[in-house]
């Protein structure tokens, strides 16, 4: 942008084209056109992806003359954002192709957006589930090492999403999104801490759309089915909203915060111990309503031995803050059920990740606050003696 946001700092401003609809083949070619990208494709998608949408759309890609090459994930299991399937869409690079298209969901959009940002090359996404809020962000999270790393990559040049093949996801992919919408509502909270405490820079603006991304997650799971074309639609949107602001802060700052340190942990350890776990924005809606418990029960204990300064933070935080019978009562509206035994987790699990997923990342939060007041072990013994 040209001038600086009212927050004093510039941000850089989303630029990917977003095209949700019926039909995605119908925009295709003018997308491409419209983008002048190249003549010649790298296609890339796993088996279950070809199958879905991928195979059209390379017919379409065939039929206006552009040359294409399709790589294809194949794995026994589930395929994995790790340095092998990065090795291999590197390798593919080979034929030097002017740009990339990825046809998935995260792990692809991850795979494909580290690539194109490390090749120098543009891409375009074709998003075939609305489950995680990273299409149109600048952030790749992958594994390396048995670590889960969070890298600068680039945004999409396009994201198209045919609303039928989106509603068709299978339902705890849709869910996934769902919960990685539903845990801004402790992003927000523990950015707004660290601000307060820390005097970490905060933008209202950039906080405004993730907020705007909420309360329409909120609005429709009161109101629709979520296999609803005009349900996933807005989904849908959330998501990639999400990922512009992400882009506009040049961090996941605004969308992830302890209940994101809390999946990534449990995908780490899941990872070491070669284990089976729920999707991520699953394990971001069940860390969403442990955190909400973890923050009723520090508000809890600032009332009683907090300074005057840190009540009066936390009376500031908490009136955005819902309450976890809140929380309960919205799933239950939406008929979605982050159970903690279906996702992989023990309590033991749980407990671990509250006592060092803060280590995930350098970011501070509640987590990191607790332990600070040497509160940390305290506060996670309440919370695993309420959960089921």
């Given at each position: 942008m040209t001038n600086p946001c009212l927050c004093g700092l510039f941000h850089t401003q989303?630029?990917?084209?977003?095209?949700?609809?019926?039909?995605?083949?119908?925009?295709?070619?003018?997308?491409?056109?419209?983008?002048?990208?190249?003549?010649?494709?790298?296609?890339?998608?796993?088996?279950?992806?070809?199958?879905i949408a991928a195979s059209k759309v390379l017919s379409k890609l065939r039929e206006s003359g552009l040359e294409v090459k399709v790589f294809k994930f194949e794995r026994?299991?589930?395929?994995?954002?790790?340095?092998?399937?990065?090795?291999?869409?590197?390798?593919?690079?080979?034929?030097?192709?002017?740009f990339l298209i990825g046809v998935g969901s995260g792990t692809i959009a991850d795979l494909v957006r580290y690539t194109a940002f490390t090749s120098k090359r543009p891409f375009a996404l074709i998003?075939?589930?609305?489950?995680?809020?990273?299409?149109?962000?600048?952030?790749?999270?992958?594994?390396?090492?048995?670590?889960?790393?969070?890298?600068?990559?680039?945004?999409?040049v396009f994201i198209l999403g045919d609303l039928k093949i989106?509603?068709?996801?299978?339902?705890?992919?849709?869910?996934?999104?769902?919960?990685?919408?539903?845990?801004?509502?402790?992003?927000?909270?523990?950015w707004r801490l660290s601000s307060l405490l820390r005097g970490e820079h905060h933008c209202s603006i950039i906080q405004g759309r993730v907020d705007q991304v909420l309360e329409l997650c909120i609005e429709k799971l009161r109101s629709s089915s979520i296999i609803?074309?005009?349900?996933?639609?807005?989904?849908?949107?959330?998501?990639?909203?999400?990922?512009?602001?992400?882009?506009?802060?040049?961090?996941?700052?605004?969308?992830?915060?302890?209940?994101?340190?809390?999946?990534?942990?449990?995908?780490?350890?899941?990872?070491?111990?070669?284990?089976?776990?729920?999707?991520?924005?699953?394990?971001?809606?069940?860390?969403?309503?442990?955190?909400?418990?973890?923050?009723?029960?520090?508000?809890?204990?600032?009332?009683?031995?907090?300074?005057?300064?840190l009540k009066v933070v936390f009376e500031e935080i908490l009136v955005d803050l819902p309450s976890i019978r809140w929380y309960e009562k919205l799933l239950i509206q939406g008929k979605i059920n982050y159970v903690r035994e279906e996702l992989g987790l023990t309590k033991e699990k749980v407990e671990n990740a509250l006592l060092n997923a803060m280590n995930i990342r350098e970011r501070y939060t509640i987590l990191r606050l607790a332990h600070e007041l040497g509160w940390l072990e305290g506060i996670t013994g309440k919370v695993i003696s309420k959960i089921k």
């Open positions: 989303p630029k990917s084209f977003v095209q949700l609809d019926v039909d995605l083949e119908n925009f295709l070619l003018p997308s491409l056109k419209k983008s002048n990208l190249g003549n010649k494709c790298l296609l890339v998608c796993d088996c279950i992806t070809f199958d026994e299991s589930e395929l994995v954002a790790d340095e092998y399937a990065l090795g291999e869409l590197m390798q593919a690079l080979e034929v030097n192709p002017d998003a075939t589930a609305p489950s995680m809020d990273g299409y149109a962000s600048t952030v790749a999270p992958l594994i390396q090492h048995e670590t889960k790393r969070t890298f600068q990559a680039s945004a999409p989106l509603a068709e996801a299978p339902r705890h992919m849709i869910e996934a999104g769902i919960g990685d919408l539903l845990g801004k509502v402790i992003a927000r909270a523990d609803d074309h005009e349900f996933v639609h807005a989904i849908m949107e959330g998501l990639i909203l999400s990922g512009e602001a992400i882009t506009m802060h040049g961090t996941s700052r605004p969308a992830s915060g302890s209940e994101h340190h809390l999946a990534h942990f449990w995908e780490i350890q899941s990872i070491k111990e070669g284990g089976s776990i729920g999707l991520h924005g699953q394990m971001v809606g069940y860390a969403t309503g442990i955190m909400l418990l973890f923050y009723g029960e520090m508000a809890n204990r600032v009332k009683v031995e907090g300074s005057d300064r």
